[in-house]
Structures are given as structure tokens and as C-alpha cells.
């Protein structure tokens, strides 16, 4: 597994950034993932609340908030816990990188986005995937995916009470 930028300094970076446009309105505790399946390759991108991942959305400050960012950046890191493909189909994790947003000009809201890239030596056998999201960031409540894999395109909302998700 490859780490394309550490945490800290990526945050760093963004926030004296230009704006990015964001995919989605900012709501604390939603989530959203965008995965697509091409031949033997999945690539998955995660749309997050910084609130969610750390409890504030300022570049940190004091250690206990420096902790914080440490810590999530090591949860986004695992990608296989993050997102558990079908284990028939053989997947390894390719690619984990990650970098903060801010969602409008002089908004008090970050998000933050995480890619995965998965190979599968198997892509027969991918029938969908159960996210650890939830468990390594209790305060998201929701998930909503969007697929697009040779089962077809479409979308479901994902919940910690059912982290399942078939293409
Ligand atoms: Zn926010």
C-alpha cells in the first residue's frame, strides 16, 4: 500500500488553497462514496465531514487536536478495513490517498476525500462490499454509494446497523 501524502501536511496544503468545488452539500454525519469496478480494478473515492473524522473542521491548533488528525489519517489509511471487497474476489489494495477540501470560500466546513484503488485478481467473484466506515467514525450515520460496476449503476444508502453493499 502506497501513502501519496501524509495527513498533516495535506491539510496544511488545502487549507491555503483556492476553493474546490464540492460534489455534495456539507451535512455532518453523511457520508459519500462514489465506487466504480472496471475489469479487475475497483476505484473508490470517499467524500467526508472533517467534523466527522476529527471533532473540529480548523487546521489544528493544540496537540490533543494534532492527535486527532494522526489518528484519522491512520484509520483512512487501512483502505481494507475502510472497504471489505468480496474476499472470492481476491482484491489488494492498489492506492490509499487522501487530502482536505473546503467546500466553499471562507467556509468554516472541511471535507475531506479519500481514494482507494483496489486489484482484484478475481473480478468475477466481486459481488459488492461491507464498509468499516462506520466503526472507525461512529459519529457518520450515513452512507450514500453510488456504483458502477458490470452489475449495473446504481445507489443505496448505507447505515451502521447495515454496512452491505451489492453491485
Ligand atoms: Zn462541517
Redesign the pocket.
Known amino acids: 500500500m502506497r501513502i501519496t501524502a501524509p495527513l498533516v501536511a495535506a491539510f496544511a496544503l488545502t487549507l491555503s488553497c483556492p476553493l474546490l468545488q464540492a460534489q455534495h452539500a ?1 451535512e ?1 454525519g453523511v457520508a459519500h462514496l462514489q465506487i466504480a469496478v472496471e475489469g479487475g480494478t475497483v476505484e473508490a473515492s470517499f467524500d467526508l ?3 466527522d473524522l476529527l471533532g473540529f ?1 480548523h487546521a489544528p491548533a493544540t496537540e490533543a487536536e494534532k492527535a486527532a488528525v494522526t489518528a484519522a489519517g491512520a484509520r483512512l489509511k487501512d483502505a481494507a478495513a475502510i472497504l471489505r471487497l468480496s474476499p472470492e474476489a481476491k482484491c489488494t489494495v492498489a492506492e490509499a490517498s487522501f487530502e482536505s477540501e473546503t467546500p466553499e470560500a471562507g467556509a ?4 475531506f476525500v479519500a481514494h482507494y484503488r483496489f486489484s482484484c485478481a478475481a473480478p468475477a467473484a466481486l459481488a459488492g462490499f461491507t464498509t468499516g466506515l462506520f466503526l472507525a467514525f461512529p459519529s457518520i450515520g450515513e452512507l450514500s454509494v453510488q456504483s458502477q460496476a458490470p452489475q449495473g449503476v446504481r445507489e443505496q444508502e448505507l447505515k451502521a446497523s447495515q454496512p452491505e453493499y451489492r453491485f
Open positions: 456539507h455532518h465531514p472533517g467534523h473542521e468554516a466546513h472541511v471535507d
